[in-house]
């Protein structure tokens, strides 16, 4: 029998119960998480596009204020260290492929802290804007936040595809184990 070079062997390491429930909570979270993404970007900015500077504003600061939300956070928080547990409670998982998944999901967290977050609070600081004032925080913001959107964006469904592969693998080699194991029963 050959084992897949990046799996150990098709043995959880935790009861079978645990390891049910981190990889299934690994391959959603993980694709919530890119989902978010990909969804923001794809309607929330495509609308906001056709709106005028002082709703613009207005639109992106109540945005800020109520995405922080407790179910945002099960989400955006709980993505990487679920998809890291999952690897350490399962040894049948290709783990250097959710590793690079779960590098990719804390690039996207990196990016977010790094310069949308910031981009966030230089927007919080316009109150009371008037049209000339919300076009110049709009064009201070809007083209540098959704260029790292877009990045995030793509971290976030490359995570999520790995995370994704990684737990699919498990399949994959425990079918083909079984088939292997089944030929040589048949034919010994």
């Given at each position: 029998?050959?084992?897949h070079?990046?799996?150990l062997?098709a043995?959880?390491t ?8 981190s990889?299934?909570?690994?391959r959603v ?8 993404f990909l969804?923001?970007?794809m ?5 906001l596009?056709?709106v005028d500077?002082?709703?613009?504003v207005a639109?992106?600061q109540a945005?800020?204020e109520?995405?922080?939300?407790p179910a945002?956070a ?7 260290p679920?998809t ?7 040894r049948?998982?290709d783990?250097r ?7 990719f ?6 990016i977010t802290?790094v310069f949308n977050?910031p981009?966030?609070?230089e927007?919080?600081t316009?109150v009371?804007?008037?049209?000339a004032?919300?076009?110049?925080a709009?064009a ?13 964006t793509?971290?976030a469904l490359?995570g999520?595809?790995?995370v994704a592969?990684a737990v699919?693998s ?10 292997v194991d089944?030929?040589?029963l048949?034919?010994?």
């Open positions: 029998m050959t084992i070079p990046n799996t062997d043995t959880p935790a009861s079978p119960t645990w390891h049910s429930i990889v299934i909570a690994a979270l993980s694709g919530l998480f890119a989902g978010f969804t923001y970007a309607s929330v900015i495509a609308g596009r056709r500077d002082v709703t613009y639109t992106f945005i800020n109520t995405v922080r939300s945002f099960v989400v955006f928080f709980g993505a990487l679920v890291i547990g999952a690897a350490f409670l399962h049948g998982v783990r492929m959710l590793g690079a998944g779960a590098a999901l804390f690039a996207t967290m990196a802290f977050v981009l966030n609070n927007l919080a316009y009371d804007v008037d049209a004032s919300a076009a110049t709009r201070d913001f809007e083209d540098s936040w959704n260029r790292w959107n877009l990045a995030r793509c971290t490359i999520a595809l790995l592969t699919r498990v399949r994959g080699n425990a079918t083909a184990t079984v088939a089944d030929h040589a048949t034919t010994s």
